[in-house]
């Protein structure tokens, strides 16, 4: 399951939900005929429980929806909090140069000297852009660097290879 958001209030009174994006992109989910959602953003397969896509709309940085199996308002503060995602074969296809969060968690990245910086373990949505939280070792003792994901330091993806290639130097 590749995880797209957090529904995080309900809206109004006949049943839709305020979501959050992880992503730039929320209007191409209008096109899945079902969400699926699940209480913790990393739930085995079968705890992600489909829902029937009824309305969507754009709503500020977010947008709101409505599920045809969530009838009212009661219903809808149950979903407080859940994450919303999609097997990978149910979303539409990343632009050239974008990429779904869930694809880049658990890349290798390297600087350009080939130095290697840790593994992306998270995403961090900080409103004017996305920042890799890239996690160098284990335990108490890993290192941990938050790189921005913009074209200034994200040099190529290579989602072949499973490496990130950035403008970052190891002492930073």
């Known amino acids: 399951m590749i995880v797209l ?3 995080v ?13 992880f992503g730039d992109d929320p209007a191409a989910w209008k096109t899945m005929p079902h969400w699926w959602l699940a209480e913790h953003d990393d739930a ?4 992600w429980k489909p829902l029937t896509l009824s309305g969507f709309r754009l709503h500020g940085k977010g947008v709101v929806a409505a599920f045809r199996e969530v ?9 407080d909090g859940c994450y919303v995602g999609a097997p990978r074969e149910a979303l539409p296809r990343p632009a050239e140069g974008e990429y779904y969060w869930g694809d880049l968690v658990g890349l290798a990245v390297e600087n350009e000297a080939g130095e290697a910086l840790g593994t992306v373990s998270s995403l961090i949505s900080t409103g004017a852009h996305d920042v890799l939280q890239v996690r160098d070792g284990a ?7 938050l790189i921005p994901f913009v074209a200034a ?4 993806v290579d989602l072949g290879t499973g490496r990130i290639r950035v403008a970052w130097e190891k002492d930073w």
């Open 44 to 47: 085995p397969a079968a705890q």
């Open 5 to 7: 958001g957090r529904i």
């Open 139 to 145: 335990g108490e003792d890993a290192a941990e660097r």
């Open 153 to 156: 330091y994200v040099l190529d």
């Open 9 to 21: 209030a309900p809206f109004g009174v006949q049943g839709w939900v305020k979501v959050h994006p």
């Open 71 to 79: 009838p009212d308002r009661n219903a809808a503060e149950a979903l």
